[in-house]
């Protein structure tokens, strides 16, 4: 019975793909809820564009499987890209998860994976797109910023929102001591945004994310 039950769980769980291009903590925190039963999914796969990810580790550690496809080794940007979706497609995920994923996602992958592909971006979006959003927020002078997980669709950091966190900057804040607080709410953001993905808790409506 209990074999039976466990069997029906497991087929219940969503299939997530992480991809990243360095240190991957908010993979690990994604690995740490999925391992703890917070999330119920399984990591199916790891992707990498850059063989020196330090997130590859993590994957390893954690018995994921891992797949890099090394951007400095393909002549062109198409050819990566063409290389990248075919590995997405062929591990059959319910969810991608861009872990601080340092290239641009072009429109054929978009549109491959609809509602189906979450990013974090260190800023409270709209504000600050783009590379280097806590320098950015230090810079303008902000007085609050944070973190956001979005569904990615073909603007630049521009998808609907689902979670934000917002963090307060200190006197004295420069982009170092700003990134560091608000990677400690990334690893909680981030989590919960996938945890109530595979709940099946999330609705797109135009521009909206309703949590139901
Ligand atoms: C994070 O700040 C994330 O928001 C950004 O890239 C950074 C990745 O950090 N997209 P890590 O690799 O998860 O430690």
Redesign the pocket.
Known sequence: MHDYQDHQEERMKKRIAVL??????????IINAVQEGKIPATCCAFISDNPNAY?IERARKAKIPVIIIDYSLFPSRELYEHALLSAMLEVRADLFV?????RIIGPAIVRSFPGKMM????ALLPAFTGLH??RQAVQHGVKVSG?TVHFVDESLDGGPIIVQHCVRLQDGDDEDSL?ER??EH?HECFPEAIKLFCEDKLEIVGRTVRIR
Do not use: K, T
């Not at 861009?98 to 340092?102: I, P, T």
């Not at 990013?119 to 260190?122: A, R, S, T, V």
């Open positions: 990243a291009s360095g240190r991957g903590s908010n993979f690990q925190a997130a861009l872990a601080g994923y340092m990013n974090i971006h260190p959003a806590q973190c990134a608000i990677l990334e």
